[in-house]
C-alpha cells in the first residue's frame, strides 16, 4: 500500500500534503526536510489508474487546502506542493496536461486563501526551516512560473 492510499483509508490527506508522520519523504538533496515531489510522484501513479484522475486530484487538493493555517510550516508546504504540482504537470507526467490547471479549478475564496498564504509566507520567509540556505522566496517563485503557473500567487 502506497503512503498517499494509507492517507486515503486513514482520513488523513492534510497530513500526507504536509508530510507528517508516516508521510514524511526526507531526500538528501532537500537539506534532510520532506520532499513534497515524492509524494506527489506516488499520488499521481495512484490517481492516474482511476477513472478521473485530474477530478479526484481537484478534490484531494481541495480537502488539504481546507486544513492550511496561517503559519510559516503550512504556507511553506502550500507553496512546494503547489511547485510540485506545476513542476510535474510541465514534465507532462502522470495524467497531468497543459490545458488543465488545478488552480483554475479553485473557488475565489480558495484561490484568495492561497494568495493569503503566500504573502504571508513572503513576509515569514525567515521562520521556515533552512530558509537561510534557501533561494529567496520570489526567485523560488520564479521556478514555478517558468514550469507554466499562469498566477502570481501572491497577489491572489
Request: include cysteine.
Amino acid at each position: 500500500m502506497s503512503k498517499f492510499e494509507r492517507a486515503l483509508s486513514n482520513n488523513e490527506i492534510s497530513a500526507f500534503f504536509k508530510g507528517e508522520g508516516e508521510y514524511f519523504s526526507p531526500e538528501e538533496f532537500n537539506m534532510g526536510y520532506h520532499n513534497e515531489l515524492i509524494n506527489w510522484q506516488g499520488m499521481l501513479a495512484y490517481l492516474e489508474e482511476k477513472e478521473t484522475p485530474f477530478e479526484l486530484l481537484v478534490k484531494y487538493f481541495r480537502l488539504y487546502l481546507n486544513t492550511v493555517e496561517e503559519n510559516a510550516l503550512d504556507a511553506w508546504m502550500l507553496f512546494s506542493n503547489i511547485a510540485s504540482y506545476y513542476f510535474l504537470r510541465k514534465k507532462n507526467r502522470y495524467f497531468l496536461i497543459e490545458n488543465e490547471d488545478l488552480i483554475d479549478e479553485l473557488t475565489a475564496e480558495e484561490k484568495k486563501k492561497i494568495g493569503v498564504l503566500y504573502r504571508y509566507l513572503k513576509e515569514n520567509f525567515d521562520k521556515v526551516p533552512g530558509a537561510a540556505q534557501m533561494f529567496p522566496i520570489e526567485k523560488q517563485f520564479g521556478f514555478t512560473r517558468k514550469n507554466g503557473c499562469p498566477y502570481d500567487l501572491f497577489s491572489l
